[in-house]
Structures are given as C-alpha cells and as structure tokens.
C-alpha cells in the first residue's frame, strides 16, 4: 500500500472530517425526528402517529391514497419529515434576541462553546478499527490510498474525550450565568453541580474498561473489549455499562436527570433566555452529547464494531462457518446500529419514567452511584491482576 | 466578603406548571423555599357579580366557566341551589342522569389533574394516556348536552333533554375499559421508584391544617378525614348509590394522588349503578312561567372533583334575579394552604404541591 504524502493525508484527515461531520448532522436530525415519532407511539399521540403534516406534496399524496383505499396511515413514518424540516428552519431563520442586561460576550460564547465541545469529541473515536475504506485506484490524487476508520485514533484518545466532553460544562454554566435572569441562574448552578458530580462514577465506570484493556487508545481498547479478553472477565461489566448508562444520562441533562432544563420548575433551565440559532446549537449540542455517550458505551461495552457484546464475540468466533465470517469482523454498520440502539433506549427512558428531584440526584449520584463505580473498578483491577 | 443572599423569584404567571395564571411569590435560599405566596386575580370577571344581574336561569353558563374542567359538577350544584330557593322539586331520573354526568366529570377532572401532575413531575406518557380516556368522556358530554368542555348540562328543575340514543352503550362502552387503563396508568406510576420520590412526604398538610384552613376535597380525605359531601349530605340520587370514600392517612402528594385514582374507580362504581338502576319517568319538572324565590337565602354545598363547592344565594322572596350571589370555590380555599405546604422545601416541591392541589384558576380567580 503506497504512503500518503503530507498534503494527501492532510486531505484526506480532511475528508474524514467530512464524513464525520455528515455522519453527525444525518444522526442528530434523524434523532430528533425519531424522538417525535417512537415518543408518539408509546405515549399514543395522535399528532405525530396519524395525522401529521401532509396534505400537499408526496406525503400528502400518499397520505390520501391510503385514506382511499381504506386504510388509516399509521405506518407511514416518512410523514413528520416536513415538521422536522421547518424545525430546522425556524431555529435558523427566527429572531435571535438577547437580553439587555445580558453580559453579551459570554452570551454569545456560551452556545459556541458547548457545540465544538460536543463535536470536537468525534475526532478520537474511531468508527471501526484499521482501514475503514481503500480509494479505488482510478480515483485522483488520492487512488490507492488507505482512510482508517477515525480521524485521529490517538493513544490517549478516551483521555481527550472525557476532557472535552468536560469543558461542555462550561457552556451551560456560562450561559445561566450571563442571561442575567433568575430562572436560567439555577438552571446553571444546577447543572453545574449535577455535571461535576456524574462526571466522576462516568470517569471511574470507563477506568474499568482502561484497566482490563491496558490501553488508552479508543479503537485498541474496542477491540480488547471485544475480542481480545476472556468472556467471563467482562461479564461483570454488565454493571460497569449499566453505570456508565445512567452517567451518561445524567451527562447529557435527559430524563429522569434533566435538571437544569426541568421545564416545569425552571421554564427551560439555562437556556430560557435563548432564541433563533443560539439555542438551536444548546439543541444540537444536546443530541450530539447523547450520539457521543451512546458511541462510547457501544464502543467499551457493547463490543464496538464487533457484532457481540461482553465478549460473547470471542465465544462465537471459532464457530463461525466460513460464509458467515464477515460476522466475526469489524463492521461500522454494527457500531453505527449500537448507537442508534442506544438512542432508541435515551427516548425510550424518557416516555416511561418521571424526573428526580434535584437533591436526590445528587444523593444518588454520590451515595451509590460512586461507590459502585469503585467497587466495579475493584473487580476489574482484581481480574486484571490475577486472571488476565 | 462572601454574603448569604436570598433570591425573589415569580413563580408565574406565565409558568408551564401553574396550571393557567398564577403567579406565586417565592423567596429562595439555594433552591430551598422560605417565603412562598401564591398571587391571584389574573383571570377575576366577576361572575358572581354579573350572575346576580341576570335571572336565575341565566347564571349556569357562568358555573361553566368558572372551574372548566368539571363544569358539570359546577352546573350541579348551581341548579341544586336555585332550585331549593326557588322551592323546586326535580324529578328522580334528572337525579340520576345528573348523578351520572357528575361521576364522570368527576373523571374527567381527576384525568386531566393526573395527566397535568404527572407531567410536572416529569412523566410525559401519563398526561397522553390520560387524556385519551378524557376524550371518551367529552365524548359523552357532547352526546348528552351537544358541548364539550362548557356543558351547560342541566335546566333548573332537571334536564333539558332526555338521554340520547346510544347513550347508554357508549357509557358502557366505557366503564368496561375503564378499570384497565386505570390500571396502565398505575403500572406507570404507583409503583415507580422516582415517583415515590418525588411524592411521598412531599407537601405535608396534616389534618388540623387543613381543617383549619378550610381545606376540602381529595386533599382532606388525603389527610385522614373522611369528609365527603356526597355521604355526609347526599344531595342529587347519591343516598341510593352504594360507594366509599376512600382516604388515607398520610397526608401528603402521594396519599392524595392514591385517593384521587381510588375516587376515580369509586367514580366508575357509581355511574355504573345509575346506568343500571335507572328508572324510567319524565326529567323536567313543572316550573312556573316566571321563576320568583321562595325563600331569602340558600347556601348548597356539593362535592366538585376539586373538593366543596357552594353556592351562596340570596333573593327577596319574589325576586327576579339573585340579589347575592357568592360561590365558595374550592380551589380558592384549597390554594391557601400552599405556603403552608410548600415553605421549607425545595422548588421542585413547590411544583408537586401545586400538582397535588388540582386549582383551576378560572375558579380562583372567578
């Protein structure tokens, strides 16, 4: 395979760039349209099951020639489309007011911060370990050329993550604080608290994974997770991806732990003074948190681009018949269907269960949710120490 | 270098969980409560004043309006109260079709404090679910008197009309379903760790309290007192129905969210034996051409959804109009036990006593 020169790998980190961007804002806005229509048929809401938008156009067409023929269209979830569109828009083209008394750097700062933090993360995950697409040699300049499967799967890769993911914080306090006003003040303070204290059981679930697998590096310690550790050593990790889940939850201010925009104490927590494209990023950066968390959680304990969790992948392997071999094998198809499991189960959480109240939050996050952690910990380290 | 400072903080009137306009005050320390005062009048138009210039049948749309999310037990107990100053005796089926409509207002009202007081504790599926079996419920009202929300059900001196075909296979319809969604809304809720939570010991209102403050409704028999006006001065056919009162001891958002989901299956016991014990004979009395009082002042106490709702008439004997006309709204005595209630917790606490109140501002407010 022929070395890229610096220019080809500068385009190529470039291209990869691309894609993940393009795989972010397919995944967030598909979220977001998935959140109305699985919300709609668990909680049996009319609006977005049976008679959402569409008497004009395709869907309307299809619409009424389902009516025709005598069947109510149900099943037909490409409707709700236009919905999400003119979200979209409206988040762009609507006014974007900013309080008088608002301190206005920071103001504007706040939502920024909280968008590249979300998305800079992407740069250490690694979608499938190795080459992830050869270029075909008739392609030009870059023919023949290998583009690996993330963009920059460094060896501290998890280490950048959580520090990244971290600095989300900011924007959230930041913007409580210099809307000026009182409701999104305790909606940042809320979620300040609230963040920093789920940021250690989430750190210290993940140090488990870090221990059995000896690497700091994302697609090194997928693949050890995966395949390279006996299936009983992570069985016990069950717990440890249970933790990280709930962490993970508590991280991105969804139910039952969305505190900081609990609409029905806090109006709309720290971002009730935002309008137009400035909240529509605390929006983005939201789904995008969920993608990040749900990427992390298929990627140390789901198996990653394996097909199996818990080691199981290790079991099945020997017994694969040859056909079936791309089974054994790293897919990005797995870990992209990891993700959008996990998303399914974020909506899924929030039509089923109700929202804690802020002290028992945080009483459940340091009385057990720690201590568990470490105690998950433990048992890895012994089973690393003594058995691995 | 480093001040304690409290923060004041408006509660409303534009809040998504207030339930309508109401402003309540509140002074913060962190997020703890130490001065709550709820503020009202946003919504005052002073229906008892207009109702006392208009005749005695005119008043009812008023009752509608006053707390709309259980405008038939408003109608109730307003045509019950003309009626005994006008010295009326109404027929025994209208007492028993209005018994039936009230029991399922009754539902209705609770339904939609259930899917509004799960929603502001965070549980979105319930209000959905809830509302759902509101729909059948509105469905009938529009059956019965042609309107949903506003119902204008009753004449006084009894019903307009008679039921209306298919009436009673659509309540049947209902009470059939009815125990099972109750149960879907339960497996949702009664057993759920969060929910316990966020509810039980939350909003303490003992029984002196609330004795003291005037409380009625769920919210008193929630505290141990089984004060029921159906059972304690049956008024409409409620001395023939067989029912409980159910109450619990506890006294606080759970207790009351119990006792409300068991009213609500009492609720589908008593219209069930309207529909089955029936009897058959005119609706509408014989009234003179000109309503004129018979006696100088009524008051009339009913049971509403939302706790005791009285009407407090006052008309010279030969009267036209009511020369007084005052309406005890429950969720106006209710409200003020919110501080009472809510001081000493957390804001989030502030958001479940509310819930556990069941106000309807247009009431309060009148």
Redesign the interface.
């Known amino acids: 395979m022929p070395t890229p020169t610096l220019t080809q790998s500068i385009v190529i980190t470039l291209i990869q760039c691309l894609l993940v961007v393009i795989f972010v804002f397919v995944v967030v806005p598909l979220t977001v349209f998935a959140e109305r229509k699985v919300l709609g048929h668990l909680q049996q809401r009319l609006g977005s099951t049976r008679v959402a938008s569409g008497h004009v156009g395709f869907t309307g067409w299809m619409n009424r020639s389902m009516w025709k023929m005598g069947r109510v269209p149900v099943l037909s979830y490409w409707r709700g489309i236009p919905g999400l569109v003119g979200d979209v828009l409206k988040l762009i083209l609507k006014e974007d007011i900013m309080p008088a008394k608002a301190d206005k750097f920071v103001f504007f700062l706040a939502p920024s911060i909280s968008m590249v933090a979300a998305i800079v993360v992407f740069a250490a995950i690694s979608f499938v370990p190795g080459t992830f697409f050869t270029f075909p040699a008739w392609f030009p300049y870059l023919g023949g050329l290998p583009v690996s499967g993330g963009i920059a799967d460094i060896n501290v890769g998890l280490l950048w993550i959580l520090g990244v993911a971290t600095v989300g914080v900011y924007g959230i306090v930041l913007a409580g604080w210099s809307s000026n006003s009182k409701y999104p003040l305790l909606g940042g303070l809320r979620s300040a608290a609230q963040m920093v204290s789920y940021e250690v059981p989430l750190t210290l679930s993940l140090l488990a994974p870090v221990v059995l697998s000896a690497s700091l590096n994302f697609s090194e310690m997928s693949s050890r997770m995966a395949v390279g550790m006996p299936f009983w050593a992570l069985v016990p990790q069950v717990i440890g991806f249970l933790l990280y889940l709930t962490c993970g939850f508590a991280e991105t201010n969804r139910l039952p732990f969305d505190m900081p925009e609990a609409e029905n104490e806090l109006v709309a927590g720290f971002h009730t003074e935002y309008s137009g494209m400035k909240f529509g990023l605390f929006y983005l950066a939201e789904y995008i948190n969920m993608t990040v968390v749900s990427a992390l959680a298929s990627a140390f304990f789901l198996g990653g681009p394996w097909l199996l969790p818990f080691g199981l992948q290790g079991l099945l392997n020997p017994y694969l018949p040859g056909f079936l071999s791309w089974f054994g094998e790293p897919h990005a198809i797995f870990f992209v269907a990891k993700i959008i499991f996990l998303l399914f189960t974020y909506i899924w959480v929030r039509g089923t269960i109700p929202r804690y109240r802020y002290d028992q939050i945080m009483a459940v996050g340091w009385k057990y949710l720690i201590p568990l952690a470490l105690v998950n910990l433990l048992l890895a380290a012994v089973i690393r120490c003594f058995a691995v | 270098m480093f001040k304690n400072e409290e923060?004041e903080?408006n509660l409303g009137p534009q809040?998504?969980?207030t339930h309508g306009v109401l402003r309540v005050k509140l002074r913060?320390d962190g997020?703890t409560v130490t001065h709550c005062r709820p503020m009202i009048g946003y919504l005052h138009r002073g229906v008892e004043k207009i109702c006392e210039n208009q005749s005695f049948f005119q008043g009812q749309v008023w009752t509608d309006r006053m707390d709309y999310c259980s405008a038939v037990a408003n109608n109730l107990g307003w045509a019950e109260a003309n009626e005994k100053l006008l010295g009326i005796t109404v027929p025994r089926r209208a007492q028993y079709i209005r018994t039936l409509l009230n029991e399922f207002n009754r539902i209705a009202s609770h339904l939609i404090w259930l899917g509004t007081h799960?929603?502001?504790?965070?549980?979105?599926?319930v209000?959905?679910?809830a509302f759902?079996e509101r729909e059948d419920v509105l469905d009938i009202n529009e059956a019965f008197c042609g309107s949903r929300l506003t119902t204008t059900a009753f004449r006084i001196g009894g019903l307009r009309e008679d039921l209306p075909p298919g009436f009673e296979k659509m309540v049947r319809k209902f009470l059939a379903k009815f125990s099972d969604c109750l149960d879907e809304y339960e497996a949702?809720?009664t057993e759920?760790r969060?929910?316990k939570?966020?509810t039980i010991g939350v909003a303490r209102l003992s029984a002196e309290d609330a004795i003291a403050l005037g409380v009625t409704g769920p919210m008193l028999r929630a505290a141990g007192v089984a004060y029921d006006i159906r059972k304690a001065f049956p008024y409409a056919a409620y001395a023939e129905m067989d029912f409980e009162v159910p109450t619990r001891t506890e006294a606080d958002t759970y207790a009351r969210y119990e006792v409300r989901m068991a009213e609500m299956r009492q609720s589908a016991r008593i219209i069930q034996q309207c529909m089955d014990g029936m009897p058959e004979g005119p609706v509408m009395a014989k009234l003179p051409k000109i309503l004129r009082s018979e006696v100088n002042e009524v008051y009339h106490a009913t049971e509403s959804p939302k706790g005791e709702i009285g009407y407090y008439l006052v008309g010279e004997k030969g009267s036209l109009n009511p020369y007084r006309f005052h309406v005890r709204a429950p969720g106006f005595i209710n409200l003020q036990s919110l501080p009472k209630m809510a001081e000493g917790g957390?804001?989030?606490?502030?958001?479940a006593a509310i819930g556990s109140l069941d106000i309807v501002l247009g009431e309060i407010d009148r």
């Open positions: 923060m903080i809040h998504p969980s913060l997020e799960a929603m502001d504790i965070g549980a979105l599926t209000f959905l679910y759902r949702l809720l759920n969060i929910w939570k966020r957390l804001i989030a606490d502030v958001v």
